[in-house]
């Protein structure tokens, strides 16, 4: 299994970028997918995830409203649109398959979770 994040890179205070998580190795479309991220000095979090048929997501309060979630099953990929950045979203941010649920017991404290990718990085200049 290989889940492959990109889309990371440098952006000003408000700018916008856009995660993709292109998994390969199992049948996408039965996994819940997440992202998670760590800035540095600090441990990982969970952002947001959504359901096999994107009927559920989740987002951390912090992002709520800034960032979007989605998924193209068709292509075994997911996206994290992520918008009005601010230097608090610098981290690393990593894609998760296979999370046992879609919801905030799962994201903010247990992280259950089969596979994990190599982060990309999102740096927000102040």
């Known amino acids: 299994v290989q889940l492959q994040a990109s889309g990371g890179g440098l952006v000003q205070t408000g700018g916008s970028l856009t995660l993709s998580c292109a998994v390969s190795?199992?049948?996408?479309?039965?996994?819940?997918i997440g992202w998670f991220r760590q800035a540095s000095g600090t441990e990982r979090e969970g952002v947001s995830c959504i359901g096999v048929e994107s009927t559920s997501t989740y987002y951390k309060d912090s992002v709520k409203g800034r960032f979007t979630i989605s998924r193209d099953n068709s292509k075994n990929t997911a996206f994290l649109q992520m918008n009005s950045l601010t230097p608090e979203d610098t981290a690393v941010y990593y894609c998760?398959?296979?999370?046992?649920?879609?919801?905030?017991?799962?994201?903010?404290?247990?992280?259950?979770?089969?596979?994990w990718g190599k982060g990309t990085l999102v740096t927000v200049s102040s």
């Open positions: 190795g199992l049948t996408f479309h039965w996994h819940v």
């Open positions: 998760a398959a296979g999370i046992t649920s879609c919801d905030a017991d799962v994201m903010e404290t247990k992280f259950n979770t089969d596979y």
